[in-house]
């Protein structure tokens, strides 16, 4: 990890085969404490830093692993290294191949039936460089499990609180893609994704893929997440001395039929949208950096599942669209905003801004569309080295990521682009991160309250609606976020754990989550679980 750092930080001009550092948040926090550490301190560093924060994955040089002779072969394997490693000593070739798995055992206790829940996930991740221009990477998911009821109830979407309840029976695991019906009440589904990456120069680095990305320093993004399944991205980014400019075109699909006929036991089509994001983003000083961000979701595809996209997809120039379209027009419009302030090398302050819309006569306080974040980071607390502490708060008004036409949402297959809680709430999350050696301990929070709909109404928690149906006899000057049936809920994750191996990040989890669900009724769960895992990727269940 340190060697990664400060190769990055400190020679920026060299040139190496580029590579996605891992969507994780625990690994990104690693990554984000010592690169603060070291672009402050202008002692260790006069080049000034090219690291830019907000935009994840990190594209950072690719290294290879020095073998330790000095252990035995399963020693190395098991600890440090990656599981097959194929070098050409002439710098022309290399891979690594890891496996994937997460082997889960627990049971919910606020659950009378008693039952035991599973995950059992399999796959592998091949990393490669060619030369030192080219890198890759691909993985595959293979997995069946069962879970909790909150979560059955979301897969399954038989419960009105969650969305595409009335017109969807399609089943998602939250940010894993569609399911399959596994046994009597479990599920079975995969995933898979992979990019190639080729950097010319220093200043540009080019990726097609299939993946997910992150905008934004926080816990959450109010302006794209890795909330949702993984889609097909050209990402352009572009790096000079203290600015980084990353233009992101990608495909995503509404689980809609797309039109086109298809033959008996052949999966279906689904209709298709194109989004085309903008980030330029600056590093002030070494102590701030700001970005400014724009989405766009354009006019999905017809009922033949054609789409009609013309040369203002691909206009590279962040603000243009918004000009020429507006917030309020039928391709789906975002604006952002990012901050981050490194107090000091342990203490940053970050946050951000989201504008979907804003009002009008037409419209009243329903196209006030908005949300921000502010947060805190804080590493080595109290000067204990390895105790990290984050406290966040996100809100976002109704009827926000929504479009007039529900075609049009912010959204990718049947979860929202940004938040899991989509729109009209507000939310408090915190953590606690601990590491002696081998063993860490986290310790996590959420508060949230957020209003749902109810008797066939919308009041703007659910972006897949249209925003121009809303509840009858609603003032439109009186629209708030948390309207509607106003839901509370709080979760607790206590993790305890043991580091194995940081070729595939594996570890060993004992945890317990509590989670409260209140409105006119209370849902409980109380989930204790034991788990060996690699984690190369963010799941959220905290919703």
Known sequence: MKKILYIFILFPSLLLAQRNFPLNREWGLKFEKQASAVTIDSTISNTGSSFVSCFKPYIVPSIQITKDKSRSWLFRKLKKENIIIVNDTADRFYLTADPLFNFEFGKDMADTSGEMLYRNTRGFIIRGDIGRKFSFETS??????????YIDNYIASTDDLFPQTSNYNYSVIPGQGRSKVFKKNGYDYAMSSGYISYSPNKIFNVQLGHGKHFIGDGYRSLLLSDNSFNYPYLRITTTYKNIQYTNLYTSFMNLTNGGMKTPPHVERLFQKKTGSFQMLSFNLWNRFQLGVFQGMIFEAADSTNKEHVNFNTFDPVIGVNTALYGLDSKNNILLGATLKIKVTNSISLYGQYMLDEVPTKSSGQVGNKYGYQIGL????LFTLKNLHFQLEYNTVSPYSYASDNTFQSYTHYNQSLAHPLGANFTEIVGFLNYSLKDFFIQLK?????????????NFGGNVFKSSSEFAANQPLDNIHTTQGMKTTITYQDIQIGYFINPARNSNIVIGLIN???INTKTFNTQYVYVSWKTSLAN???DF
């Open 140 to 149: 595959f998911y293979e997995n069946q499990a069962t879970y909790v009821k």
């Open 539 to 541: 799941f959220y269940y």
């Open 445 to 457: 929070g959420n508060y949230a309250v957020k209003g749902y709909d109810y008797s066939g109404y």
């Open 377 to 380: 980071k804080y590493f080595d």
């Open 515 to 517: 989670r409260s669900e």
